[in-house]
């Protein structure tokens, strides 16, 4: 039997904005609901974070979810299980008000909510789930992990050591027992996919943020007989960077449409002709993204007036270059140079979220 996992779906997500509301109907309509039925896959097991706001959801992203997804379960024959990620609960220290409960309240005949640890068996296959651990349940759900007989363990965990989003990694982990008891351990909560071991965060099946942009995203399947997770990827995103550097290509013929309908950042690694990089910022500006933005530092900015400062954008670039010319590397210097600078410049337009 087949078993389709999704997690950090985030049902309103930004704001309820109409863009990442489409995104996820197109994932749910063109991606994830067409291979279930391919598949003859008929149960769901969702880790976590069914909606994005603890507190209050937008009806118009209640009302489109219901149209992509529940009502489709429900004409479908699907049943999902699923337990409460942090998102899914307004209150930090207990689960006891969560949106799953009520949001999710018409669709009981074919949505089951675990609000507690307990093992449920797909083909007589074990499976542990841990809803989102706070203060209250905490002490219940290292004991239900501790002693829990099933060879895979679900939940929705923060792990200390693994990636938030790509590069980041958590620091700050909670204790939640003895996980190396089992076969395997899956985990919605962090967005960025990554495995230690048996344990093994699924990543989000959405682009949601700028640190998204580039980090693939699946959904999984596991065969219960295998016991594997076989990835599947949605193919659709929303986050585009272009590394502008025009040392190593002309951007005359750019096909700037590829870019329609996306949120665009444009990265300068290298602007050796301002008038070629003005004409392709314009032909950009003339196509309908959702957000272009432009991150360049400003080195013709930092001049004789500023020379005393003892750190300076010049300095920085300049230190990168001495650093690699350093370097004691058979590697082709000015690609590293190049590579520092893209890095460089990303790194002074990161977003925090
Ligand atoms: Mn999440």
Redesign the pocket.
């Known amino acids: 039997m087949k078993v389709a996992i999704i ?2 779906t ?1 049902c309103g997500a930004r704001n309820s904005s109409d863009i990442f509301m489409e995104y996820q109907g197109r994932f749910f309509e063109e991606i994830f609901l067409p291979y279930l039925k391919e598949h003859n896959i008929t149960r769901i097991l969702h880790l ?2 069914y909606y994005d706001h603890r507190r209050f959801i937008n009806f118009k992203a209640l009302n489109h979810n219901r149209k992509v997804f529940l009502d489709k379960l429900r004409s479908h024959h699907i049943h999902m299980d699923i337990f409460p ?3 899914d609960v307004f209150y930090k220290n207990t689960n006891e008000l969560c949106s799953l409960k009520e949001l999710l309240g018409y669709y009981t005949d074919c949505i089951t909510i675990h609000m507690d640890p307990e093992v449920i068996t797909y083909d007589g296959l074990n499976i542990g789930l841990v809803p989102w651990i706070n203060s209250t349940n905490y002490a219940r759900c290292v004991e239900f992990i501790n002693k829990c007989k099933a060879p895979i363990l679900a939940g ?1 965990f923060e792990l200390e050591g693994f990636e938030m989003s790509r590069g980041i990694v958590n620091t700050h982990g909670q204790d939640v027992g003895n996980l190396d008891r089992f076969e395997a351990v899956i985990s ?4 960025t996919k990554s495995s230690q071991g048996n344990i093994h965060y699924l990543g ?1 099946q959405f682009e949601m943020f700028w640190n998204d942009c580039g980090d693939p995203k699946y959904f999984h399947i596991l065969d219960t007989e295998t016991r594997e997770f076989e990835p599947i990827l949605n193919p659709l995103t929303l986050y585009d960077k272009i590394m502008y550097n025009d040392t190593n290509q002309s951007y005359d013929n750019y096909d700037v449409f590829q870019h329609e309908n996306r949120f665009v950042k444009v990265i300068v690694v290298e602007k050796t002709d301002m008038y070629s990089f003005d004409r392709f910022i314009d032909r950009l500006q003339d196509v309908k993204t959702h957000e272009l933005k432009i991150a360049e530092n400003f080195d013709e900015f930092v001049g004789s007036n500023v020379e005393d400062e003892s750190v300076s954008l010049e300095d920085t670039t300049e230190m990168l270059d001495s650093y690699v010319d350093a370097t004691d590397t058979e590697l082709d210097k000015d690609r590293l140079k190049g590579v520092m600078r893209e890095l460089y410049v990303e790194a002074q337009n990161l977003e925090i979220v």
């Open positions: 997690n950090d985030h976590g974070d990620g942090n998102h929705h919605g909560h962090f967005h989000s």
